[in-house]
């Protein structure tokens, strides 16, 4: 006889008693699933320890070498006429300079004829040859590599523009539309002397007015293009020395110095090229800031609060271990500079344990820029008494390494939630082969109470059935 519902035979709330049976095998999973928790919250801490002990590294790094402090920055007294840029390889300089002249692109211009007309009629071809080179001399040069440029009678100048420029020959095309006429304006791809472009046309007499072959073609003249401006080099000095260039835009002319030409100059314009102390100092505000962050991450995770909730770490050796390290590095001394301290050029410790910048002692101790330098950049050899922007780099690099102290705590933590898992997984198997038993034993009871119940309706019958017979 099948049993329906649990209970039935045996009377019993077999559920109830099942559950909470069930539950006392599942006890096990709070203090396991609190764990868990604990665990992740490690792991997190531990991520943002990291990307912070690498802020810190990348803070340093920039500070340890003496390229990270090859900062310089370019001022022109008259920035209208001249502008200047410094890069890392510049040096400390002041110069006049002025413009004489700026170099400019050649143009010429087609004759006006009237808006979407053409240059012939359809079925005449005819070739349209550009070259570059100078004209410095009145009479063309040319650089070599002409480009043809296939032009048919029945085009307009809008097509006729769009070959050109597709050509790549060095020239670009422009329609320039005026009421109900419209000529070409060519202009050579680039600036100078040597960017100047001689136009031969051949084929059908139309293409003639697209040429340019000489100096000396007159405007209103009927054959050929008139010329708009020649091509032209900048013409500087630099303290009186004469400079030519075909751009505008000057580079290295001593070196790690970009000057870009505006305009003809009246009077010299003062450029100087000096070390940036403002990014210099950004730079050392960057590692104070990058230290502040972990140092209170550090802090607040392994605080103990009596009575309250202390941090995720709290107790933790290995963190304890990196704080520890972390303040003995800020602490220490450095050789090879007049400064051996880091609170000697305003980088001052706080009672809360952040590292803040003292701008005014920064700026007194840039006047010995030299001796700056080297307390970051001194390398002796000897980790205790590097210079700090090497202390603090190899410090966050030794942690974050494949082998490294927070590399390997975050391995650990992820191994111990992973074996977490896996208690808790054997825990809720547990108890479902619990349930899976109680509930067939509580089940075979039922039934046999079921049949227990049957025979004794049976013999109560039967009983019964011989009081009435005798």
Same mark, same amino acid.
């Given at each position: 006889m099948a049993i329906s519902s649990p209970g039935v035979g045996s009377g019993l709330d077999v559920n109830s008693i099942v559950s909470q049976?069930?539950?006392?095998?599942?006890?096990?999973? =709070?203090?396991? =699933?609190v764990k868990a928790s604990t665990l992740q919250t490690q792991l997190s801490l531990y991520g943002s320890i990291k990307s912070q002990v690498s802020a810190l590294g990348d803070a340093a790094a920039a500070l340890a070498t003496t390229d990270g402090w090859a900062q310089y920055k370019a001022t022109s007294s008259n920035t209208s006429a001249v502008t200047a840029t410094a890069s890392s390889s510049a040096a400390p300089a002041i110069f006049g300079f002025e413009v004489t002249q700026l170099a400019r692109a050649q143009t010429t211009a087609s004759r006006n004829i009237a808006t979407g007309g053409t240059l012939g009629i359809a079925g005449e071809t005819g070739d349209l040859t550009i070259e570059l080179g100078n004209w410095s001399t009145g009479s063309f040069v040319g650089a070599g590599g002409p480009v043809a440029v296939s032009i048919n009678g029945d085009d307009s100048l809008t097509v006729i523009a769009g070959k050109i420029n597709a050509a790549n020959a060095g020239v670009a095309a422009t329609v320039l539309r005026s009421g109900t006429q419209e000529r070409l304006v060519f !202009?050579?791809?680039?600036?100078?002397?040597?960017?100047?472009? =001689?136009?031969?046309?051949?084929?059908?007499?139309?293409?003639?007015?697209?040429?340019?072959?000489?100096?000396?073609?007159?405007?209103?003249?009927?054959?050929?293009?008139?010329?708009?401006? +020649?091509?032209?080099?900048?013409?500087?000095?630099?303290?009186?020395?004469?400079?030519?260039?075909?751009?505008n835009v000057l580079t290295d002319i001593v070196p790690g110095l970009t000057l870009k030409l505006n305009q003809v100059t009246t009077a010299p314009v003062d450029i100087t090229v000096e070390q940036d102390q403002e990014a210099l100092q950004k730079k050392v505000q960057a590692l104070a800031d990058a230290f502040t962050a972990l140092n209170k991450t550090l802090t607040d995770s392994t605080k103990y609060v009596p009575g309250?909730?202390?941090?995720?770490?709290?107790?933790?050796?290995?963190?304890?271990?990196?704080? +520890?390290?972390?303040?003995?590095?800020?602490?220490s001394g450095s050789l090879g500079s007049t400064f051996s301290r880091l609170s000697e050029v305003g980088l001052e410790r706080q009672a809360d344990g952040s590292?803040?910048?003292?701008?005014?002692?920064?700026?007194?101790?840039?006047?010995?820029? +030299?001796?700056?330098?080297?307390?970051?950049?001194?390398?002796?050899?000897?980790?205790t008494t590097n210079g700090f922007?090497?202390?603090? !780099?190899?410090?966050?690099?030794?942690?974050?390494?494949?082998?490294?102290?927070?590399?390997?705590?975050?391995?650990?933590?992820?191994?111990?939630?992973?074996?977490?898992?896996?208690?808790?997984?054997?825990?809720?198997?547990?108890?479902? !082969?619990?349930?899976?038993?109680? !509930?067939?034993?509580?089940?075979?009871?039922?039934?046999?109470?079921?049949?227990?119940?049957?025979?004794? +309706?049976?013999?109560?019958?039967?009983?019964?059935?011989?009081?009435?017979?005798?």
């Open positions: 049976l069930v539950a006392i095998e599942k006890q096990p999973l =709070q203090p396991l =699933q !202009r050579s791809s680039t600036t100078g002397e040597a960017a100047g472009f =001689q136009i031969s046309s051949s084929g059908f007499a139309g293409l003639d007015s697209l040429s340019f072959t000489s100096l000396a073609n007159p405007p209103g003249s009927t054959a050929g293009m008139e010329l708009g401006q +020649s091509g032209l080099d900048a013409t500087a000095k630099l303290n009186g020395v004469a400079i030519q260039s075909a751009t309250g909730r202390s941090g995720a770490l709290q107790g933790d050796s290995t963190t304890v271990g990196i704080q +520890s390290v972390l303040n003995s590095v800020l602490n590292l803040t910048l003292n701008t005014a002692k920064l700026t007194t101790a840039m006047k010995d820029m +030299s001796n700056l330098q080297n307390l970051f950049t001194t390398n002796n050899g000897d980790a922007g090497l202390k603090f !780099r190899d410090f966050a690099k030794g942690l974050i390494a494949s082998d490294g102290t927070v590399t390997n705590k975050s391995t650990a933590i992820q191994g111990s939630i992973t074996r977490n898992t896996d208690e808790q997984t054997r825990v809720t198997d547990r108890a479902a !082969r619990v349930e899976t038993q109680l !509930r067939k034993q509580y089940s075979d009871l039922d039934a046999r109470m079921v049949q227990m119940q049957s025979l004794g +309706s049976f013999v109560t019958a039967q009983l019964a059935q011989w009081n009435k017979t005798s």
